[in-house]
């Protein structure tokens, strides 16, 4: 079945530092990916997505980029902020079956 | 606010109880879902229902019932709440399966 193996955190960075959190998928199909994220407390929120090899996801200075052939999705971001911990989770979509498959979310802490 | 609103936001069940988890949206979307998050288990679908009228068994059916009583609703009933059931349950839409999902704010349901 599908799968999503994210990288494992916790994540502790300095503000202003460079993020990166890993996402590789299994899928059969030709998935879209997707990058959610889950502040204390509160339900998941659609941060970004992509839907077609070699397309770039961004929103609120992250970005992914669809990679078909490692079969990837990382999400990344130039400049962390405090207001930016959170839990994040990588997720595809099959087009097939219609429903997403969640990793098992990154715990990333920023400090000032 | 447009978006999903799930009810209670917080129970407290005993052993054998039984209750029922409140789901509804707003956003006309076809399909909805219900998740229970654990920790260092990430999220795990439950049920979905994929247009009014269909339900479907997720991962972890067993011990829960859904019924899609209409467009905007989506129910997920305990019929014997057991310890194990203990978790963070959501409830999510979307327009059609390859979209992005709208989460409500969860229910904390603990069981003792």
């Known amino acids: 079945g599908d799968s999503v193996t994210q990288m494992e955190g916790p994540v502790t960075l300095s503000e202003e530092a460079f993020l990166t959190i890993n996402c590789t998928y299994t899928?059969?199909?030709?998935?879209?990916l997707f990058w959610y994220v889950q502040y204390p407390g509160e339900g998941l929120q659609l941060l970004l997505k992509?839907?077609?090899?070699?397309d770039k996801g961004s929103n609120k200075g992250f970005e992914a980029t669809y990679r078909k052939e490692t079969t990837s999705f990382h999400l990344e971001k130039g400049s962390v902020q405090v207001s930016d911990s959170a839990v994040y989770f990588c997720a595809i979509v099959n087009t097939n079956a219609g429903k997403s498959t969640f990793g098992d979310g990154t715990t990333l802490t920023v400090k000032p | 606010n447009a978006g999903v609103t799930q009810t209670p936001k917080f129970q407290v069940l005993k052993t054998g109880q039984s209750m029922t988890l409140q789901c509804a949206q707003d956003m006309n979307h076809n399909s909805m879902y219900w998740y229970r998050q654990d920790p260092g288990m990430g999220l795990r679908l439950i049920y979905y229902?994929?247009?009014?009228?269909?339900?479907d068994k997720g991962e972890v059916p067993n011990g829960y019932n859904v019924s899609r009583l209409n467009k905007r609703e989506f129910s997920l009933r305990l019929e014997s709440a057991a310890p194990s059931q203990t978790s963070v349950y959501f409830c999510a839409s979307s327009r059609e399966g390859m979209g992005g999902y709208t989460f409500g704010s969860g229910t904390r349901l603990t069981v003792v």
């Open positions: 992509a839907t077609k090899a070699d």
């Open positions: 899928a059969t199909g030709y998935p879209s």
């Open positions: 229902s994929a247009s009014e009228g269909t339900t």
